[in-house]
DNA sequence: ATTGGCACTCTGGGGGCCGGAGTGCCAATC
DNA sequence: GATTGGCACTCCGGCCCCCAGAGTGCCAAT
């Protein structure tokens, strides 16, 4: 049971100590913050807090320091993000200005939050997922092999080359073009792979008999670029500033190397993350423990159009600036939000 | 003047503090070495390849330590690189075996050589500089958007959409691809490069009379795709070891990680690495200090066929053990120019 | 409920101490 | 002339001890 002042304590704890990342007494607090009750006080409220495992003395007789559970506590009730500063949102909108195609465009976006925050940035890419396939272009380079370029509404494009196991002409090439076209195009990347697959491996009573022959080995490699759409990727930044950051993480930022180089556990854990009605996402301390991250932090910004909702955020120390972090997170979805939408108005 | 044995010392000197991270006396030289000469003998010997400053005492009456000179010497001179073990040939063998692309390809050859050495692993791709443009092709999204897909005969293949600033119709496309075939297709990167911007910025007296008229606003993202082409590129793997290794870069990885993370830095490094006879380079500590990196050294290989000379190896600590990543790296680097060669066979 | 007072605890930095390892030098030896 | 054993000297690193400072918990008083 936690008085009002009592949360008041814990934010103050939190600020505090995300400042000077040192344990808080109460006696600072009372000096910092203007209580306008005795340090005595601000002592009881602590030993409530305590209790409630909102914060720890790391040992006897030292200042406290907020568990997970406070930081949580503190992101749900306590946190207000402010707004941020004037000449951080025109650095937000030159760095994204132009850019000359999606990669280029999330790259950006890493680069810029990172430097915000000072944290390891990541985004996911915008999920193409339900976007539909609109053109299926097959190019000959040579009797056997044969490029194949798919093209999605959302803009995702993707090559591969095939080869095939028999020769074909350019009147293969049209049969086969036409006939790949009608099975995909216009169909979502999701039904136009079920297609595929069905047609990808011959069924024991060999392949149906109106497509070309070739048609299964190019539906293995378009099989697998619609597959390439499905999967979600993800863009970082910011790697380096890690390393002024060991002692953050219990001494070793090797987990956090670890992820960041294996992508897929931090695209699970972003994709998992619980999203507040404000499309803001924190994910604290050993709530990453599963993922190996119990000692790191994560905050994310949903971005996006109705369709895809992939995010942006920041993954650092548990004790970082959540208000911050989470401010700035908010901002650079916004902006890129509204890149995307020009985007897609123009195509 | 160093003597002979002076010089065997250097290697047991250089050989021990690579093992253990610490400092080696005459003393223990004379343990683990059998030399056949007393402890004083090899003081005399230290004295002289300190005179050198092949080697320095850390601390007054404490052991030696190999000075950046002294692993020059070591590596050019004494270091005699032992083959791969079997197991270790099998597993790059099977790591390697059946990329399904370049991309793959060149991801799993940076995976096998971090996993070989513990160190950070680096790749530069093959060069496409040389290689001739032979597909040109364009796919009309929209009445203003038109994909442009650029193959060359290396096995590059590019993609990139191109808005136009004015409509075009099925037949306008059918001319603008013959237009750009005629001009580019199987001239080399860099000659198609040169043509393309003559076209791209129209001349003050207006577009060339013959040219379709959007031709320009292709040509210019064409550019932007040849520029790619000649661009090189880095894949890496194995940043999250450096974690572990904080203590052998003075304290600090930053500079390391930074370095990861541009790319261009380690791209120029890699690119301007002197070879030997055998196709290995080495750049030791302070050799890389104008790149920031003088706590760090780097040794590859080149591999591929006469055309490109692309190289592959591994970043990691001054006191890195130079015989066996050099194996390790000359190892990979075959193997990898054997995978391309029959790739190239199959084309 | 709040407060001042008080006894108690624990950390962290500083200083001093000492063993161990290693050196440089020298005179003796092969 | 190279090599060697001996010896005095140096320095690091670990260890212990000590103490100031900061902070707590509790209690009796308000």
Known sequence: MVTERGLEVLRAIVQDYVATHEPVGSRSIVERHAFGVSAATIRNDMAQLEDEELIVAPHTSSGRVPTDKGYRVFVNHLAQLRPLSAPQRTAIESFLAAPSDLDDLMARTVRVLTQLTGQVALAQYPSFARAAVTHVELVALAPTRILVVLVTDAGGVSQRISPLPMEVDDADVAVLRAQLAALITGRAVSEAAERISA?????????????????????????????????????????????????????????????????????????????????????????????????????????????????????????????????????????????LEEDEAAR
């Open 199 to 339: 047609i990808a491996e011959p069924e024991p009573s060999g392949p149906v008999a109106h497509l070309h022959p070739a048609i299964s080995a190019l539906a293995a490699v378009i099989g697998e670029e619609l597959a390439e759409f499905r999967q979600e990727r993800l863009v970082m930044a910011g790697a380096a500033t890690l390393a002024r950051r060991e002692h953050d993480f219990r001494g070793s930022i090797h987990p956090l190397l670890e992820a960041i180089e294996e992508q897929v556990t931090l695209l699970r854990l972003m994709s998992e993350m619980v999203t507040d009605e404000q499309g803001l996402a924190t994910s604290i301390g050993t709530e990453n423990a599963p993922f190996g991250l119990g000692e790191a932090s994560i905050v994310a910004s949903t971005y996006g159009s109705a369709g895809g909702s992939a995010r942006v955020g920041v993954m650092g120390p548990t004790r970082m600036d959540y208000p911050s972090n989470l401010a700035a997170a908010r901002a650079v979805a916004r902006y890129l939000s509204r890149m």
